[in-house]
């Protein structure tokens, strides 16, 4: 017997910690989805696909834009002391990666006008005509294009790494303390983002080639997601009791029926009919990838919260 | 330069919460919440049953991960005596400190900053104990300079046996149980 009997219950601490609610998920979330978004963006500008009329390339910069502002609202949400979020800004904490990441926020946001520069949206064009002659002078630089595309490809991955490693670097939760968390968040935005792009995408070539990509993905996240449990199981006490957390714990059920069963294993064998032409393609899958995506960052954060050092706090 | 800690003697701790109402009292700590607390732990199996009782709080850590993690440098690591405070006018309150406690010390303050056990540097600063220490009846608490081999804690820690609380958790704890 190993029983703890504690006086202390303070909010948002006991009887488990309950620090971030719905705000933190859904920022990490919308980070992973802009991450992949730029990632492919980048991609296809790479590849000058810049030349094609219908690319994804020209309206994803934009998109992505409206839900990293969005992500960033969410972000502030959270804040206590909302009217001091300024303060973020006035230094620079090498060994924080809240720090690294606030900063990191600011950096993208130029990196994502230089890409709606390629092909101004007409609302702004409207008012700013000058915009058009910008555009051109870029698109008729494929140099320049392609470096834009590298960019973008480099900070969506700075963006979708950063997202796990503000979690995996706090060694108070074991079930974060995992060097893999960063790929799995990553793998899992790119996912988010291709299945997006194959659902909206206007061009029949990217929406073959992102269905096709996203498959990929899928695969990998369920290879992530076996190595990341299997790391747990194979650390310390406090490690594998975080990894029941989820195996068979209070988030098992959330975990294995909507983050692998609805997330990922059924879009997958919808996508890979999909591909295969046996069947059309769909929005369903795309959206039940997205949702698997969202529950997987509630879930992982409200599990990570749960997990415990001292594993008594399990019982 | 000093580095302070408490030695706290759990063969003579009664978990009377005389230090939890003192600190509530000297910090002016808001109803329904606690910078410090009693813990009460049985270990074995009926009738070898072994039960410590411990007055917990902030360990102030010598690899404080709160420090680390903060964004704003408001949580630091004050010149004297490596006593772990968190500057109010600086705590955005992201509440990335209160996640990285593994000993869940710190908590999010209704005027919206995180606090937490100060060790009560303002009556430190004075030549003071921290006020759970004065108050206790038992006199169980003992507060000093660990980095001295003549105070009274560094004494007792190289006569008794002794214990940190999760010390696999890698902060190094400035709190110690004598056992």
């Not at chain 1, 101004?120 to 870029?138: A, D, T, V």
């Not at chain 2, 580095?3 to 003697?9: A, E, K, L, P």
């Not at chain 2, 072994?50 to 630091?76: F, K, L, Q, Y």
């Not at chain 2, 004297?80 to 500057?87: E, P, R, S, T």
């Amino acid at each position: 017997m190993n029983e703890l009997t504690n006086t202390r219950n303070n909010l948002m601490i006991d009887p488990s910690m309950n620090v971030w609610g719905w705000e933190i998920p859904v920022y990490l979330f919308l980070g992973g989805f802009v991450a992949g978004m730029m990632i492919i963006s980048g991609y296809f500008l790479f590849k000058g696909r810049n030349k094609e009329t219908n690319c994804s390339c020209f309206y994803l910069p934009l998109i992505s834009f409206v839900l990293l502002s969005a992500g960033m609202f969410t972000l502030f949400l959270d804040l206590e002391h909302k009217l001091y979020f300024w303060r973020l800004y006035t230094t620079f904490k090498i060994a924080s990666p809240m720090s690294w990441g606030a900063w990191i926020l600011i950096l993208i946001y130029p990196i994502l006008f230089v890409n709606i520069l390629l092909r101004p949206p007409g609302f702004l064009l409207k008012k700013i005509q000058r915009l058009n002659s910008i555009s051109e002078k870029m698109n008729a630089h494929p140099y320049l294009v392609k470096n834009i595309g590298v960019i973008s490809m480099l900070a969506g991955a700075v963006l979708g790494i950063y997202t796990g490693v503000l979690l995996s670097s706090l060694g108070a939760r074991p079930l974060w303390n995992t060097s893999i968390l960063w790929v799995l968040f990553l793998v899992s935005g790119l996912s988010s983002a291709a299945a997006f792009v194959h659902m909206i995408a206007k061009d029949v070539y990217e929406r073959e080639l992102l269905a096709k990509a996203d498959n990929g993905f899928l695969t990998l996240e369920i290879f992530v997601i076996i190595l990341m449990i299997t790391g747990l199981l194979t650390s310390s006490e406090a490690h594998i009791q975080a990894a029941e957390l989820i195996l068979s714990g209070p988030f098992a059920a959330s975990f294995w029926v909507f983050v692998v069963t609805v997330g990922i294993i059924i879009p997958l064998f919808i996508q890979l009919l999909a591909v295969n032409h046996k069947i059309k393609h769909t929005p369903i899958a795309p959206i039940m990838v997205i949702a698997g995506g969202l529950i997987l960052r509630f879930v992982i954060v409200s599990a990570g919260q749960y997990s415990h050092w001292s594993h008594e706090f399990f019982k | 330069m000093a580095r302070f800690g408490m030695v706290i003697d759990t063969k003579k701790c009664v978990g009377c919460m005389d230090c939890v109402v003192a600190c509530k009292t000297e910090n002016n700590v808001p109803e329904g919440f606690n910078r410090d607390w009693i813990v009460q732990e049985v270990i074995g199996k009926y009738p070898d049953l072994h039960m410590e009782i411990r007055s917990e709080r902030c360990n102030h850590c010598d690899n404080p991960p709160c420090v680390s993690c903060c964004p704003t440098g408001a949580s630091h690591v004050h010149d004297l005596g490596g006593v772990v405070l968190v500057n109010h006018k600086e705590c955005i309150s992201c509440k990335a400190c209160l996640a990285s406690c593994p000993y869940d010390a710190r908590f999010i303050h209704p005027d919206g900053y995180a606090d937490k056990c100060t060790l009560c540097i303002h009556r430190v600063e004075k030549g003071m104990n921290p006020a759970c220490v004065d108050v206790c009846p038992t006199h169980c608490m003992y507060f000093g300079d660990l980095d001295d081999p003549n105070s009274e804690v560094s004494k007792l820690l190289k006569s008794r046996k002794h214990h940190t609380n999760i010390p696999a958790a890698g902060t190094k704890p400035q709190i110690f149980y004598l056992m």
